[in-house]
């Protein structure tokens, strides 16, 4: 694939249709998924067509409003109890990302709100996915120059590191980690991204470094053994990293490998910050312990490109996330501003 794309939203509303971008085919092939069924969507959830928390979180509320579609009923309480179902379905796709069971709970309360018909009510559901689509790109956005007013000032352009993909494809749009490089890019501050390549599913080398190339950001890809290293060598100014749940304590869930990250950025003074949504603060969870970590097929280990790497006989250990404790991170990057995670639980309010 040659030519470069401009803006890259993930999830798009057209014609009745979802249109997701194929996450697993990237940067191979650029290809669009046509999702017209609420099964659909868990599917592509589940296989990380759609990937990363607030894009998980849009694509289900558009699946909460497919599944709404579906149902054939006049009677209310018939079509509330089917539209429960859906939302159990789209709740077992991923565990770890709370801005999927954010999004479908806000969807479930949009019908219980709405009083009017079933058409109605389906109508006020696509509106309401809508609605959250919008507000996460306006989120990523205000992150994004958050970030910018906190990023260190230095004599030189900054060199900063960040761990899996946060960027447009897993947002609707812009990017929370890739957000705050994005501002910083604009406005002249940022030399070159460091793109761990994130093992196993290496979000950080296909899919962050895809984007950076979009837009001709410099990007340089590592392994993720090599991050510690580049911090020794004097290479990297701070870290930002995004996250997929944020207990009310501060403690935060992201792909895996980003606690060794924080771990080996404490070591060296180098500032580590989290940038996130509120969405993905959940205030049920008193502490990080308490967040479900997904884990997933040991083949994405044993396995590159369909072929087997690994000794025959081998046990395959796979968590998809890890959590970082609070006293690791700098700052939690949010669209009401950067927040020292101490102070988190003074932000508690009614969530859904
Ligand atoms: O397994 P993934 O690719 O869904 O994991 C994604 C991440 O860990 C991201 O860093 C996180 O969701 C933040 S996205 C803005």
Known sequence: MNSTINQIYPVIWQDDHVYLIDQTRLPEEYNQVIISRSTDMAQA??????RGAPAIGVAAAYGMYLGATE??????????EHLEKVADLLRQTRPTAVNLFWAIARMLRTAYEETGTIEEIKITLLKKAQSIQAEDLATC????????AILPRT????????HCNAGSLATAGYGTALGVIRSAWREQRLARVYADETRPRLQGARLTAWECVQENIPVTIITDSMAAHCM?????????????????NGDTANKI???SLAIAAQAHQIPFYVAAPFSTIDFNLADGSQIPIEERNGREISHFNHNSICAEG???YNPAFDVTPANLITGLITEKGTIEPDSLIKYKIGQY
């Open 257 to 259: 490998g980003t606690y």
């Open 155 to 162: 004599p030189e352009k900054l060199r900063i590191l960040t």
């Open 141 to 148: 956005q205000a992150i994004g120059d958050h970030g910018l």
């Open 314 to 316: 081998a046990e395959f």
């Open 45 to 50: 959830i589940k296989t990380m067509i759609v």
């Open 232 to 248: 020794q060598q004097k290479m990297i100014d701070v870290v930002v990293v995004g996250a997929d749940r944020i207990a009310g």
């Open 71 to 80: 149902i054939q009923t006049s009677d209310r309480s018939q079509f509330i």
